[in-house]
């Protein structure tokens, strides 16, 4: 009676970055299946033998019959369009110093980014690696964790690079992150072999205490005294109409943090204080 063929192959909806499976005491003529969707690793023995793509494959080739069985395989499936989702947050609060004023500031943030393999044999040998017990949770911790390293100097470096204070860093979030995703990105795809498609910043915490120590080092060194309530735009002491947006400076100065608010405003629109 014929023997059915034993055929190792992706089941799946595609969701998962990567799935492994492990095989022993297959049969001579055992094959691999690997769809269009993903690329695989095949090792023997703890040995990486190769990077496939799309199509069927013998898994011993002309490897002795009776070896065949005393072999253990292992398969590692990574998709070639499943794009993993990662949080990212700082646990501590950096230290910078506000490009602006030189107040130093604490300052604390979170988002998210999202990547997808490029180079599956670098995405093994450096992240995946031999550990059967690693997990796709395992492998957003690592990179959430080495992510971070590069967060903070970058965004110190957008904040520079573009003039921003602090105390208007939320208004700026959306470009700091642009700003940060090249820098992030090359460190992926070089270290990782990971492509990033995202980087996002969805909130930024920094103390009032540190908002008024910004202001008030801007207004005692002669700096601008406030951003117009219209546009945004910084103005300086003595200015009764914003050079940006041209509308009268006129209105409510936030005894807290400083800023200008529009005249019949209750509560001021920067810090939420009661005006």
Not at 104 to 122: T, Y
Not at 171 to 183: C, W
Not at 230 to 236: N, T
Not at 241 to 248: E, I, L, Q
Request: one cysteine or more; charged letters at 25%; proline letters at 4%.
């Amino acid at each position: 009676m014929a023997r059915d063929i034993q055929i190792i192959k992706y089941e799946g909806d595609n969701t998962e970055l990567f799935k492994r499976i492990s095989a022993d005491g297959l049969e001579a003529d055992a094959k691999l299946v690997v769809p269009e969707t993903h690329t695989a690793i095949l090792i023997k023995d703890g040995i990486l033998m190769d990077t496939l793509n799309s199509g069927s494959y013998d898994i011993f080739g002309d490897q002795p019959r009776k070896k065949c069985k005393n072999v253990s395989v292992e398969v590692i499936y990574m998709s070639k369009t499943a794009r993993l989702k990662v949080l990212w947050g700082t646990r501590s609060r950096f230290s910078f110093r506000d490009p602006g004023t030189e107040v130093p500031v604490k300052v604390g943030a979170h988002g998210e980014f999202e990547v997808q393999i490029s180079n599956p044999r670098k995405a093994y040998m450096v992240l995946i690696g031999a550990e059967k017990s690693f997990t796709v949770q395992d492998l957003k911790d690592r990179l959430a964790t080495r992510m971070m390293s590069k967060v903070e100097p970058a965004i110190a470096a957008a904040m520079r690079e573009g003039g921003i204070s602090f105390d208007r860093i939320s208004e700026y979030k959306d470009k700091i992150a642009q700003s940060v995703l090249p820098v992030l990105s090359a460190m992926f795809e070089e270290d990782y072999g990971l492509k990033l498609f995202s980087f996002t910043i969805a909130d930024v915490v920094i103390s009032d205490e540190d908002i008024a120590a910004i202001v008030a080092a801007r207004n005692a060194g002669g700096g601008s005294a406030g951003v117009c309530p219209h546009c945004g735009a910084p103005y300086s002491a003595g200015d009764k109409f914003c050079a940006a947006c041209g509308k009268p400076l006129s209105g409510k100065v936030c005894a807290k943090c400083g800023k200008l608010n529009e005249e019949g405003a209750n509560f001021c629109s920067f810090c939420g204080e009661k005006l």
